[in-house]
């Protein structure tokens, strides 16, 4: 068997190119997003924090029996809300803008998505 490279996301463990830590991981952060889609009427399933150089992260919520995730894709530079289908994979209810890339514009926009009026049956 011949020798493959192998890709290490954000950087090979324990070197210099190893993943940065930014706000996606602040535990902080975490909460206040939480908090927001609980205040919303949301029940957070989980938070991931991707380990990479974009900064991506989601939260999976439910509510009314339907399965949700709230995504900010870093590499896109895009915070969606979208719905789980039936067959599996997701639809995109909505986007908002994100006019600072800190805890209150992440914060502000998602409470912007959570509060749309969106189709559930979408």
């Known amino acids: 068997m011949s020798e493959k490279p192998v890709f290490w996301l954000g950087g ?3 070197l210099a190119g190893a993943p940065k830590t930014g706000i996606e991981q602040d535990q902080a952060f975490a909460a206040a997003l939480r ?3 609980e205040s919303n009427g949301f029940k957070v399933r989980d938070y991931v924090a991707a380990q990479g150089a974009f900064g991506s992260w989601l939260v999976h ?3 009314d029996g339907r399965k949700q995730r709230l995504v900010w ?3 896109e530079n895009q915070l969606l809300f979208e719905q789980a289908l039936e067959p ?3 639809t995109e209810l909505c986007t908002s803008a994100v006019t600072e890339q800190d805890g209150d ?3 502000a926009a ?3 998505l959570l509060a749309t009026d969106v189709d559930p049956n979408t």
């Open 12 to 14: 090979k463990p324990g």
């Open 35 to 37: 908090q927001t889609c």
């Open 61 to 63: 919520l439910s509510k």
């Open 73 to 75: 894709n870093g590499k």
């Open 88 to 90: 599996g994979g997701w």
């Open 105 to 107: 514009g992440f914060i």
């Open 110 to 112: 998602a409470q912007s």
